[in-house]
């Protein structure tokens, strides 16, 4: 799910062509979650293997900096 929701995210944000297939390794998924969220300037300090569980603080982190960034371009079209 967490996944599920990043992707979405992501194209919200402009990222399009971002698609991760559950067949692929997790922590390269987890590497390339944490390499999209530095191009929109969000701050990832932790380790990707932190997102391979899909919960915790820094799910929480990516999850909620993703969606600021979301709401702020609905607000400003």
Do not use: H, R
């Not at 701050?43 to 709401?71: A, H, M, R």
């Amino acid at each position: 799910m967490f996944i599920s929701l990043v992707e979405w995210n992501l194209q919200l944000n402009g990222l399009n062509g971002i698609e991760f297939n559950k067949y692929d390794d997790p922590m390269s998924i987890c590497t390339q979650i944490c390499n999209e969220a530095k191009k929109l300037n969000i701050d990832c300090q932790f380790p990707p293997i932190k997102l391979k569980t899909g919960f915790g603080e820094n799910v929480i982190y990516i999850l909620l900096e993703l969606l600021k960034l979301s709401f702020k371009k609905k607000v400003k079209v």
